[in-house]
């Protein structure tokens, strides 16, 4: 490991720092400006003025808003190569501190999200690994609320857009809330938070023209990501169907970073935690997204609240992976680096409890909206590690909830407060709702001996205590601007995520890439990102180049050349997937004339084995039918197939005739097809087939076939309806 050098003064004072590792050049720039690329410690890009720059040469120092010179704009101030965030750090204060007051009053991030309220029950305790009350008995429960998100877009902004979903669980335990915050997906993009200002800046809408919203296909987000190769396992995931999701129903959620369990004996232990969906992984394909986002752009809202609503409950598993010090040292990677995860295959995940969501809020602001997470709210048994990006999100978070909500006491607020007794000596604040009786607001104090209330006291034996054991192979005499050595490889599970998924899987992928950069109007911003795939798989980084017609650019250098791991089927959805009907939804088809009993008998059919039947006519009104008439829940054309996991026809020959000549209806069935999705009809039907291209495979059925082979995607279809790169 490189020893710490003096590094160089300006004229300024700097941040609290004095030390600073040695870094080597980058690759060469053909910039003008008098700037030098280096590498950190770590493979980060760090793009420094030279010492003799002038003015009105196009590149200034780099300050903070006091005017003081910043010497990294990299990395966290620490305690150790691998130690704590420490709160001296005025420059990481002050530029989270900044962006976390950037906006009022909506969310800067995750401000379209959708909650639901529920219930946690421990299914396995696990006392020998945490103190933590939840997981001492099998069968203790706790309430629970859950709020799910898109991460770029506003409030106002759709549903389904490609992107990573937040995954925020509040448990009101008897200890305390407990705020595992976490996304859809187990790595991020970045492995200091002190980087996390700049990815949601370069991400949002583009500071000169107000747009592309809800979107990363542009080009400050790509310039970023092209110049943080540590973003490269993120974006694997993020352009992978993993960021469009199905339902909400149907993610798993991840902690992200590495926390600790603590037992009674104060033994720790790293873990990292899981919620795995008990209704499996589904995603849409990039087409059905987009239309499903002019169809209905509350549609995983929409989902979630209806399941909810019909009592169809969606629960999820927790799951933990757990390890220790020895098993993270021997590890090629840093386990407190957020950008790696932990192969389900090397250290199995093991299921603890189960989180079921029964009930909708009744009103979105005052709960939904108002919800405040927090990562620093933990119970006793459960602990922090040194993960850069959690240390940051420590204080990031916090600072946050008082700017959106206006107080320090947010706390009270229902959705926020604790179903546990709370006390203590913090009174006053601007929107103080309780009453505190007696003039102790301070401690210690002896006021009982007066006879008077004197508050509460701390408690040693059963308080939240800190881990105390140093064994993270950190010197935390040291404070540096540093990243750990181990932090360095960029690619490598990147990799691991790429050739783990189907050969489908994989085109889904490119073209995702394809798209997303087809959208980039800077050619040298295609060309990096293009040489970093070169280090995750020379094929895709082929395909690449040839979906966006440009010659394949030379292989970027890469801080720490990547290295084979075993493929892991846990990282693919469609070797997950469940050939179920449970919490999906079929849409049928029919018209005047259809047969009743035909259409009662199969959606009885489909709710038996779990799924449900959305009926579609030409008009939503009650329709006359053979045997009777029939109300549809949703007319033709507001009604797109986009909707549904399945679909079906049952119509009369004339009736098919008819509905052969409106758009819609072709429409219906030709999406469906091209989404590899199973259509079961009738005899009747085969006009409207025809018209929409449905070519017979075995997806395309009898209806009365449907429940019996089932609602899976029918994956071989796809090279025949579209050209993926």
């Not at 030098?36 to 003799?52: F, K, P, S």
């Not at 629970?144 to 759709?158: D, E, K, L, P, Y």
């Not at 980039?520 to 395909?543: C, F, K, M, P, Q």
């Not at 994956?715 to 050209?723: A, L």
């Amino acid at each position: 490991m490189p020893k710490p050098t003096s590094e160089r003064r300006s004229a300024a004072p700097t941040s609290a720092d004095s030390r600073r590792v040695a870094r080597k050049p980058s690759s060469p720039t053909d910039r003008k400006a008098p700037i030098e690329e280096t590498l950190g410690n770590g493979g980060e890009l760090h793009q420094d003025v030279a010492e003799d720059v002038t003015r009105g040469s196009g590149i200034d120092y780099l300050t903070d808003n006091f005017g003081h010179r910043i010497s990294d704009n990299q990395n966290s101030l620490r305690a150790g190569e691998r130690g704590p965030t420490l709160l001296e750090d005025f420059v990481l204060r002050e530029k989270i501190f900044h962006f976390d007051h950037e906006r009022i009053p909506e969310r800067i991030v995750h401000a379209r999200g959708s909650g639901a309220h529920g219930v946690f029950e421990c299914t396995k305790a696990i006392p020998e690994l945490t103190k933590a009350s939840i997981f001492q008995k099998k069968g203790t429960t706790c309430p629970v609320f859950v709020r799910f998100s898109t991460v770029a877009g506003g409030a106002g902004s759709i549903d389904t857009p490609r992107d990573v979903r937040g995954f925020a669980v509040k448990l009101y335990t008897d200890s305390g809330n407990w705020d595992l915050v976490g996304n859809n997906i187990p790595v991020f993009f970045i492995q200091d938070a002190i980087k996390f200002p700049d990815l949601v800046h370069s991400v949002k809408m583009e500071a000169d023209r107000g747009y592309p919203q809800a979107a990363s296909a542009h080009d400050t987000f790509w310039d970023f990501i092209g110049l943080m190769p540590e973003s490269m396992h993120m974006i694997m995931w993020a352009m992978s169907d993993r960021a469009i999701p199905r339902s909400f129903r149907m993610i798993e959620g991840f902690g992200v970073h590495t926390f600790r369990l603590v037992n009674a004996k104060g033994e720790g232990r790293f873990v990292k935690f899981h919620w795995k969906p008990v209704l499996g992984i589904e995603s849409t394909t990039w087409d059905e997204a987009v239309k499903i986002a002019g169809a209905d752009p509350d549609f995983l809202r929409r989902d979630l609240y209806e399941a909810i609503d019909q009592g169809d409950f969606p629960a999820w598993d927790l799951g933990i992976q757990v390890f220790d010090e020895a098993w993270a040292a021997q590890q090629p990677y840093d386990v407190l680096d957020a950008t790696k995860l932990i192969p389900e295959e090397e250290i199995p995940v093991q299921v603890v409890g189960r989180m079921t969501l029964n009930r909708n809020p009744s009103n979105f602001f005052a709960e939904t909206e108002q919800a405040a997470f927090l990562p620093s709210n933990l119970i006793p048994g459960i602990d922090f590690s040194n993960d850069p990006l959690l240390q940051g999100r420590l204080f990031s978070y916090l600072d946050t909830q008082k700017s959106r909500l206006g107080t320090t006491n947010f706390h009270q607020i229902p959705i926020n407060a604790p179903k546990c007794p709370f006390q203590n000596f913090q009174r006053d604040g601007l929107m103080q709702t309780l009453v505190p009786s007696g003039r102790a607001n301070y401690e210690p104090n002896s006021l009982a001996e007066a006879g008077e209330e004197s508050g509460p006291r701390a408690s040693p034996e059963t308080g939240f205590t800190t881990f105390t054991a140093n064994d993270e192979r950190n010197d935390a005499g040291q404070k540096l601007r540093i990243r750990a050595e181990l932090f360095a490889d960029h690619y490598s599970q990147a990799r691991l995520f790429f050739k783990s998924q189907t050969e489908n899987e994989q085109a889904h992928i490119a073209s995702a890439l394809v798209f997303e950069l087809s959208k980039v109007t800077l050619e040298h911003v295609r060309e990096r990102v293009v040489s970093r795939l070169r280090n995750i798989d020379e094929g895709l980084a082929r395909r690449v180049a040839t979906g966006l017609a440009i010659n394949l650019p030379g292989k970027a250098k890469a801080a720490q050349e990547p290295f084979e791991m075993a493929r892991s089927d846990a990282l693919s959805i469609q070797k997950q997937a469940k050939n179920t009907f449970q919490g999906r939804k079929v849409g049928l088809l029919y018209a005047e004339g259809s047969d009743k009993a035909a259409i009662d008998e199969l959606k009885a059919a489909i709710e038996a084995a779990g799924g449900s039947v959305f009926l579609v006519a030409p008009k939503v009104g009650a329709i006359p039918v053979k045997g009777g008439v029939l109300k549809a829940d949703g007319q033709l054309a507001g009604s797109p197939s986009v909707l549904f996991d399945a679909v079906v026809s049952i119509l009369m020959p004339a009736q098919a005739q008819e509905l052969s000549s409106d758009s819609a209806a072709v429409q219906w069935f030709m999406d469906a097809y091209w989404h590899c999705k199973a259509i079961g009809h009738c005899k009747g039907s085969q006009v409207l087939l025809d018209k929409a291209g449905v070519q017979k495979d075995d997806g395309v059925m009898p209806y009365a076939s449907l429940v019996s082979i089932g609602i899976q995607r029918h994956w071989e279809r796809e090279p025949k309806v579209r050209i993926l790169a």
